[in-house]
Structures are given as C-alpha cells and as structure tokens.
C-alpha cells in the first residue's frame, strides 16, 4: 500500500515539475533509468564534505544508456543501498530533477 502511494505522489511529482517548467533543460522533471553500478565511494567522516560527527557519505556511480550516449551519474546513497548494490548490479534509477529518488533491481 505504502509502495503504491509512493509511486502515485511520484508520477504526480513528475507531472507537475514538466507542466510547471517552461525551458527544455534536460535535467528538469523525471526519469527512468536503467543502469548498472560502476563504481562505490565512501567518504568518511571529516572528509570530501562529510561532517565530522556522523558515519560519512556514500555514493554510487552508474552508467545508463540515454538514447546513443553513454551517461555517467553520481548519486549519494544510503549507507543501506550502498551495501545493497554492489559494482556490476543492475538497477533501475528514478530521477526527478536530476535527483534520485529511488533505486530497484533491474529484473
């Protein structure tokens, strides 16, 4: 139930930030990738932006298909996803003003 409402208040978000926007910047409004995890970083506390108090930041990178180019994003990630998803998983990205939103594995 809790999945479905998310995804309602997704596409619902989606529709909005295209209607509201009036430039065609291709960052702006939703997306769905499909990638496969390139690399993971970790940084830990005190460095690369991450406070000193805290158990640092985590980021994935990725590789998606975007019509013939090749596309590279760098997401930060939960401490959860960034276990979950190891290098060479594939996934399914959500993407909402070039923010991610949700990652699932690509069956």
């Known amino acids: ?4 409402a998310a995804a309602i208040c997704l596409i619902l ?12 910047d ?12 390139v690399e993971r970083q970790y940084d830990p506390p005190g460095t690369g932006g991450a ?16 019509g013939d180019a090749t596309a590279h994003y760098r997401f930060r990630v939960s401490q959860q996803q960034y276990n979950r998803f190891g290098e060479g998983s594939h996934v399914r990205l959500i993407v909402v003003d070039n923010n991610l939103r949700d990652i699932r594995r690509a069956d």
């Open 1 to 4: 139930m809790k999945a479905r």
């Open 13 to 24: 978000a989606g529709f909005s930030a295209a209607c509201a926007s009036s430039s065609k």
């Open 26 to 37: 291709p960052f702006v409004g939703s997306k769905t990738l499909d990638a496969i995890v």
């Open 51 to 66: 406070g000193y108090s805290g158990i640092g930041n985590y980021y994935l990178l990725f590789e998606a298909r975007e």
